[in-house]
């Protein structure tokens, strides 16, 4: 049978000091010698204490805990851009809980809202689009939404995101400059707004310069498939000679397997990605590929999420990081 939960009054009976000297000597308050905190501390781990930070946030209203929430825990971009945000944190007092939702439509729904606001938290960092419903109930109990990554100023929430538009651009200069004319295109599912930009950026540059990306060149994946073994054989029949990918996971897969089918990279054909994983990750691969300036997101991100914690109903926030291509040796 489970143990009743040790609180501060069982510590203080056993201990012979007051609740208050307890909670303060915990907290390692200036005005407990510490002595008095050593031996607190030390009953506390021998009587098996937790704090209670539910109860903690009954009083003062707070957990100083935000929420980050991600479709993909495979994804390795998430991984990262979470650790960045978990250091940050850190730094400023708050802890982190992690949470997938992994709907079909890349959302934040009001399901997986509802669970995370039951945690207490104190405010929410999200890469998926809240839903109009998870708006509404987010202004209506005053928890701060920051989407981090993609536009959420068409929702009303604030967001702090990359000009994927202009990323797109740039690396269609580089492919154009590099001799590149039969390219390609491998986008997330088109409700993914990022995605769009991406691709508006490089095929309005390729058309400026009279170039039309064929349509069969375009492909957009739907949300559940994953499989990218048929796309590239379709576009290698094609005799491309350039796939720009949206992301650098999708990237890495590519490479492998054109590499498996006997073509060389860049040689035979040249594979970009996006969002430059290498910056932070070890991997032998020199993908050419564009970078965000993860750190300057996060940090952002969480400066309009403190500015919400103080005063929630200030106009919404938008913040747009610049972006610029990182070319090695895939292309």
């Not at 802890?95 to 997986?112: P, R």
């Not at 492998?256 to 054909?269: A, L, Q, S, T």
């Not at 940090?299 to 610029?324: C, E, G, H, W, Y």
Request: glycine share 6%.
């Amino acid at each position: 049978m489970k143990e009743k939960r040790i609180l501060l009054k069982d510590i203080a009976l056993k201990s012979g000091l007051t609740i208050n000297t307890v909670s303060r000597a915990l907290k390692d308050k200036d005005d407990i010698s510490e002595k008095t905190k050593s031996y607190v501390k030390a009953l506390a781990l021998e009587m098996g204490y937790i704090p209670d930070a539910v109860a903690s946030s009954l009083r003062s209203g707070f957990t100083n805990t935000i929420g980050i929430v991600f479709d993909n825990i495979n994804n390795p971009y998430f991984m990262m851009m979470t650790d960045l945000v978990y250091q940050e944190l850190q730094r400023m007092g708050y802890d982190l809980m992690i949470y997938t939702n992994s709907g079909d439509h890349a959302k934040l729904d009001i399901d997986a809202f509802q669970k995370m606001v039951a945690r207490r938290i104190d405010g929410i960092i999200t890469f998926l689009k809240p839903t109009e419903d998870v708006v509404k109930l987010s202004k209506m109990n005053q928890i701060p939404i920051v989407v981090l990554g993609r536009e959420g100023d068409d929702v009303d929430v604030d967001s702090v995101y990359t000009d994927d538009c202009e990323g797109g651009r740039a690396l269609a200069k580089h492919l154009y400059e590099k001799g590149y004319k039969n390219v390609a295109y491998i986008g997330a599912p088109k409700d993914i707004m990022t995605s769009l930009k991406r691709f508006e950026g490089f095929s309005k540059f390729f058309k400026e310069k009279h170039i039309d990306i064929p349509k069969d060149n375009v492909i957009f994946l739907e949300h559940g498939r994953v499989a990218l073994k048929p796309i590239v054989d379709a576009l290698l029949k094609k005799e491309i000679d350039a796939i720009f990918c949206f992301n650098d996971t999708m990237a890495y897969e590519v490479i492998d397997y054109v590499i498996k089918n006997g073509y060389r990279v860049p040689e035979d054909i040249a594979i970009c990605g996006y969002d430059n994983l290498e910056e932070y990750l070890h991997i032998p691969v020199m993908l050419t590929t564009v970078d965000t300036d993860k750190r300057e997101l996060v940090r952002k991100a969480i400066q309009i999420l403190s500015d919400r914690l103080k005063a929630f109903d200030q106009p919404i926030q938008t913040m747009v990081n610049a972006s610029k291509v990182v070319v090695r040796k895939t292309t």
